[in-house]
């Protein structure tokens, strides 16, 4: 006979016949659920004669029947804006709790985390790390879940991030003299910007120089030191007389 108890003193249950040849026998018993509590199982044996095993047998098993929770969830662009990327790969930071222990985060664009679109982060002490965006530009929404090791399932947390990789397209820039003005000639430093082939931006940077030469495509963006609303055409104004450029 046989005896599995709760606890490690092999006290309690009753004794159970040993109806098996071989040396495994398995026994469902009912467990309190917990959230990553250790409970602890024992067995023994007792002979015809009425010996019974000693010493009592145990083991420990942790019982975690409660998931964890995600408390945060943030999809950004490499550059650090939330609301919008020009590139596919995003950085995911989640947060969670609860008093089991993490396994594994899950991103995807699915909300069944179907495994072709599902990126698993297995270190959780990153809390997140990059995620490629499908394709297609447009706003995109972003799922993500915890499971812990014991198998549970956090509910799912959202977000959504634009992807917009297509580029601005601007063809040239004309300043336009003042009225009664001859050819490139303005009798006022007050002058017409005109964009020209503009598709797809939502703003402008500019920079105005006192040189008439001045050569804008050896420029970085950085160099630019107006950024404004775009719009297709607005006056700028310039310091003083002689040869001006725009870029």
Known sequence: EFKVSTGDSCAGWAWQPWTVATNWFDVQMPVEAGDNVVRTFSA???????NVTEPCRSDDITIDTVPLALTEMVVASRAGDASRTTERVVNVT???????????????????????NTTSFEDCTTNGGEFTLSERDGVKTIYARVIDTAG???????????????????????????AGADGSFSNDRSVLMKLEGVSGGTRVKYRLYGSADTQCDRLKLDDLNTD??????????????GGKSAC
Do not use: H, M, W
């Not at 023994?44 to 009425?50: E, L, T």
């Open 44 to 50: 023994v044996f007792r002979d015809k004669a009425g």
């Open 152 to 178: 549970n399932v956090s509910d799912v947390f959202s977000a959504t991030i634009e992807l917009d990789t297509l580029k601005p397209a601007l063809t040239g820039v004309t300043l336009q003299p003042s």
């Open 228 to 241: 404004e609303e775009l719009t297709p055409q607005f006056f700028v104004t310039f310091a003083s007389d």
């Open 94 to 116: 989640l947060g969670y709790t609860g008093t089991g222990t993490c396994d594994s985060f899950e991103v995807s664009e699915t909300l069944s985390f179907e495994k072709r």
